[in-house]
């Protein structure tokens, strides 16, 4: 019998049982303890851990888009300024497409170097591939818990960073399973580095925080282009409301001292790209730009689209805890300022992204570390209530081990609750990811096959071609090869693998210089098939 999805959950759901103890721990602490840091170590180990079992809970590539991610990765080893996809074009590409072109531009190149440097300390492998997520998710735990101590409390902080921990759908972008997977990560980790950064500024006068915020806002753009810029909207209508910041040169001038950071952070790749590869570079500068006037790639929705969307992003009817929540934090005690560099960001997002005509369920993931911290102002603010209320309660040592344990609980059925990683054990799912299994099985076997000819594979299934890739130092493309293909790699002599579906055309089946696999590949049923047979 093969590998078998399920059974491989249930054996390492202990990385789940791990993290969320430490969760638990780490929540209990700062309550009973009162020791801030030990508790984020705790809650920092706890995210790794759960991370570590949706990584190993996922132990094959995914379609959209990690597999592109992965390859452009790869091929920064060996030129990291000069992503490709397709790193030795033999046979005519279209350079417009991204799943198949040689120059690949499509993303700003930061989370690719990230993981192209992970490669080199790990090897190239899934692990190394989602390494930089799993440990930026992990890190957020610090700057998160520092904003929600800033506004509020410590405890406000802690649980601030224990929300974002049990966040379902983040977990899914640092396994690869949701579009634009490690490129959000990354992205929502610069982004709230920059919000946090600010925070610092106003709240200690600092000056180096001026410059660490222009930093992250620009490592924030590498990612993801404009949108990286919020702390600057955060920071312009903390200035503009409050008139003796408006009325202070120097206030606006230390923001343009950290705008110019950001752009020297992040122009120079921009122009270095629009000299070295013109067209491919102004294709996509004009391509992103479309996305907000037109919806591409299918990718499209009404004007309420995200806030219909906030339950795929925090949780079955979590939309009514943001409600009541954000009621709550609005009449808190908090400072003004802090209601706005809080409130801001998230209002900017989903305005902008709202309008925008291409609309995926990730873009307003950004601001989900806000959100989350106004979650936790609520809860501090109703404990703080009903401890005053009650002298009893204030006095309970028992309230800090409770509300542990609640969060934890919180996040582990929050977890059960989606069917992703097997938990529900779903039919379909369990197919899907038996079936995603054994076809990486297949394509890591290759080289047995086919030794270290130069080599071109076709006919894998959908975009396998790209899983070839990764796991092995072939080219690779869809379908089968034309006779002009076959005729152009052979004149470069390069050996032609394809996969055997039973329906070759006769010039393939026909012509003996090509190899033909039989393997699993196009089975219909994938559970204990062998990797490779003849």
């Known amino acids: 019998m093969g590998f078998n999805i399920t059974e491989h959950i249930q054996s390492i759901i202990y990385l789940l049982y791990l993290g969320i103890i430490l969760v638990a721990l780490g929540i209990i602490n700062i309550k009973v303890g009162k020791n801030s840091f030990s508790s984020l170590l705790l809650l920092a180990f706890g995210s790794f851990a759960i991370s570590q079992f949706v990584n190993l809970g996922n132990p094959f590539l995914h379609m959209w888009d990690e597999q592109v991610h992965a390859v452009v990765a790869k091929n920064m080893l060996h030129n990291p300024f000069k992503p490709m996809l397709i790193p030795d074009p033999v046979l005519p590409i279209d350079f417009k497409n991204w799943t198949g072109n040689h120059i690949w531009v499509h993303k700003q190149p930061l989370f690719l170097w990230q993981i192209a440097l992970s490669y080199k300390l790990f090897g190239i492998n899934l692990f190394a591939l989602r390494f930089p997520s799993m440990l930026m998710f992990s890190l957020l735990v610090f700057p998160v818990y520092r904003i929600g101590r800033i506004i509020s409390t410590k405890e406000t902080g802690i649980y601030a960073a224990a929300f974002l921990i049990g966040s379902n759908f983040i977990y899914q972008l640092v396994g690869g399973r949701m579009n634009t997977d490690h490129n959000d990560v990354s992205f929502l980790f610069y982004v709230t580095l920059s919000i946090w950064a600010w925070f610092e500024k106003e709240n200690s006068g600092k000056r180096y925080w001026i410059v660490l915020i222009g930093i992250f806002s620009g490592a924030a753009i590498l990612n993801k282009w404009l949108v990286g810029l919020l702390v600057y909207a955060v920071w312009g209508l903390n200035t503009l409301i409050f008139r003796k910041k408006r009325r202070d040169l120097i206030s606006w001038a230390q923001m343009l001292v950290s705008f110019i950071i950001t752009l020297v952070v992040f122009l120079p790749w921009q122009i270095y790209i629009l000299k070295n590869f013109p067209v491919e570079s102004r294709y996509e500068f004009n391509y992103n730009s479309l996305h907000f006037f037109q919806s591409m790639e299918g990718h499209s929705g009404d004007m309420l689209y995200h806030f219909n969307k906030i339950e795929t992003l925090y949780g079955t009817d979590f939309q009514y805890v943001i409600i009541v929540s ?44 806000l959100v989350y911290i106004v979650v936790a102002v609520s809860v501090t603010t109703i404990l703080k209530w009903l401890m005053a209320k009650n002298r009893i309660l204030s006095k309970n040592k028992i309230l800090g081990p409770f509300l542990g344990t609640a969060i934890a609980l919180y996040i582990f059925f929050h977890f059960l609750n989606h069917d992703y990683l097997c938990l529900k054990n779903s039919d379909w799912n369990r197919r899907t990811s038996q079936k995603a299994v054994t076809l990486t099985e297949v394509y890591k076997d290759l080289p047995l096959i086919i030794g ?55 010039y393939i089946i026909k012509d003996s210089t090509i190899a033909k696999i039989k393997s699993a590949v196009w089975q219909k049923n994938y559970e204990g098939q062998p990797k490779v047979y003849y």
């Open 452 to 506: 270290d000819k130069k080599t071109m594979v076709y006919n894998a299934r959908n975009f396998d071609k790209l899983k070839i890739m990764f796991y092995t130092d072939y080219m690779a493309r869809s379908g089968f090869p034309s006779k002009q293909d076959i005729k152009s790699l052979k004149e470069q002599n390069m050996g032609i693998f394809v996969f055997d579906n039973d329906k070759l055309p006769d």
């Open 326 to 369: 954000i009621i709550i934090f609005l009449i808190s005690k908090t400072k003004t300022w802090h209601k706005l560099g809080i409130l801001t960001p998230i209002l900017v997002v989903y305005f902008f992204f709202s309008m925008a005509a291409t609309k995926m369920p990730a873009f307003p993931i950004i601001i989900s570390p």
